[in-house]
């Protein structure tokens, strides 16, 4: 009935009776839509089953999550793609639609991760620290412009052309790295 996720753990039953509504029997309390989209979200495993018949639906869940999602105005799905998902449906190759999309989807976060592994590692481990305090100080000069009678920040004196070759030399190596995943 219920199957397991990578980490041993049964997932989370959540029971959709006939009135609609969904109890999670972790929690022993009633959620809602919204609730079972933060889930997914956050990477939580749940299955959703019918209280009557005890068949899993999480399949239909799911969709109705994404179809209130796109009727929000969170539009992710263009026409095109769904007019060429839907003529799938009755063709040869729906079988091996849901296998494709699987791939598909999970070489994109494979991708993402490392583009964001590169960007991290580019910038060197106290980039953001630096865009931060940059930040603040640009902050606290355009407040001190409001504020009569308040100290403006020291300014730092330009960068030197070997910061600047620095810099244009850390951009050149992150294009290279991002033309090597692009690959």
Known sequence: MAREDEAGQAPIIIKKYANRRLYNTKSSSYITLDDLSRMTREGVDFQVLDAKTGNDITHAVLTQIIMEEEASGEQMLPVSFLRQLI????????????????????????????????????????????????NMKMFQAAASAFMPGAKAPEAKPAASGSELDELRDQLSRMQKKLDELGK
């Open 87 to 134: 003529s799938m449906y009755g063709n040869s190759m729906q079988a091996l639609m849901p296998h494709y999309l699987e791939a598909t989807m999970e070489n994109f976060r494979v991708n993402q991760r490392k583009l964001q592994e590169t960007f991290t590692a580019s910038m060197g481990p106290d980039a953001f620290a630096k865009m931060a305090e940059t």
